[in-house]
């Protein structure tokens, strides 16, 4: 089993800046992808951004240019630093990592709200 512990959502105004931590602990051998996915209300989860053991990084649309995933392998911890946030950006944000062969792990969440 793998434990994922999320850290550093809140409540920022338009404009501001967040970041989110995601470390792994337990079974955590053979994870290949880190990543970051949302969940807004009455909207379904979305995949925000992720990142493959070789750097590869993939970003949705919404948020290219404005946030940026890393990780840190020796510390299995993956990062999400979010700036120019926009009101449209509230949502619970979950980590997951994907261990082989193809085994899905998820975070508790963490809120992130951005409002005046």
């Known amino acids: 089993q793998v434990q994922l512990v999320e850290s550093g959502g809140g409540l920022v105004q338009p404009g501001g800046s967040l970041r989110l931590s995601c470390t792994a602990s337990?079974?955590?051998?053979?994870?290949?992808?880190m990543g970051w996915y949302r969940q807004a209300p009455g909207k379904q989860r979305e995949l925000v951004a992720r990142?493959?053991?070789?750097?590869?990084?993939n970003y949705a649309d919404s948020v290219k240019g404005r946030f940026a995933i890393s990780r840190d392998n020796a510390k299995v911890t993956v990062y999400l630093q979010m700036n120019s946030l926009k009101t449209e950006d509230t949502a619970v944000y979950y980590c997951?990592?994907?261990?082989?062969?193809?085994?899905?792990?998820w975070g508790q969440g963490t809120q992130v709200t951005v409002s005046s």
């Open positions: 997951k990592i994907r261990r082989a062969p193809a085994i899905d792990y």
């Open positions: 337990g079974s955590i051998f053979n994870i290949y992808v």
């Open positions: 990142i493959t053991n070789d750097g590869s990084t």
